[in-house]
């Protein structure tokens, strides 16, 4: 797992996260409801408002805890969901095999120099939104994330 996925996540803020849970599925929610302890809705109330509530709960509990497995989660189906062009992207920029942007050999982008990687990182925020590229990073523990220019999640993605 990637290390500081929290604290990117975090630094989504409120409006960004709740606006990116929206974009998961009901499963990568219950992942990261889970995770977080977040409690099932009643069912006196519509599905939205039930949804947006265990949203709300989610965010402040993961703002105060900093939980890096719930955090994973949501990147996870974050990036699966709208970051797969990005991914597929940077992966064919440094010639790694994939299908459809899923790995096929887990060990695929260890092998590669950080200089190399880095680089590409740094070409694909050209493109797409640089909070995407670190959270990506982050999550597969790539070298050169720290080197992005700082993430301003607010804006709506470029790519």
């Given at each position: 797992?990637?290390?500081?996925?929290?604290?990117?996540?975090?630094?989504?803020?409120?409006?960004g996260?709740?606006?990116?849970?929206?974009d998961?599925?009901g499963?990568e929610?219950?992942?990261i409801?889970?995770?977080?302890?977040?409690?099932?809705?009643?069912?006196?109330?519509?599905?939205?408002?039930?949804?947006?509530k265990?949203?709300?709960?989610?965010?402040?509990?993961?703002?105060?805890?900093?939980?890096?497995?719930?955090?994973?989660?949501?990147?996870?189906?974050?990036?699966?969901?709208?970051?797969?062009?990005?991914?597929?992207?940077?992966?064919?920029?440094?010639?790694v095999?994939?299908?459809?942007?899923?790995?096929?050999?887990?060990?695929?982008l260890?092998?590669?120099?950080?200089?190399?990687?880095?680089?590409?990182?740094?070409?694909?925020?050209a493109?797409?939104e640089?909070?995407?590229?670190?959270?990506?990073?982050?999550?597969?523990?790539?070298?050169?994330?720290?080197?992005?220019?700082?993430p301003a999640?607010?804006d709506?993605?470029?790519g």
């Open positions: 797992m990637g290390a500081g996925i929290a604290r990117l996540v975090v630094d989504l803020g409120e409006e996260f709740l606006r990116r849970m929206e998961l599925s499963a929610r219950r992942e409801f889970h995770h977080l302890e977040v409690p099932s809705g009643g069912a006196s109330v519509s599905a939205r408002q039930r949804n947006a265990r949203n709300g709960l989610a965010w402040e509990r993961l703002a105060s805890g900093l939980d890096e497995h719930a955090a994973e989660a949501f990147a996870r189906g974050y990036l699966a969901r709208r970051g797969m062009p990005m991914i597929i992207e940077f992966l064919d920029r440094l010639g095999p994939h299908e459809g942007g899923y790995l096929k050999e887990d060990e695929a260890a092998k590669l120099g950080a200089k190399e990687v880095g680089a590409a990182l740094a070409a694909l925020t493109a797409h640089t909070y995407d590229v670190r959270l990506y990073a982050a999550l597969m523990s790539l070298p050169g994330a720290e080197d992005l220019a700082t999640p607010q709506e993605a470029r």
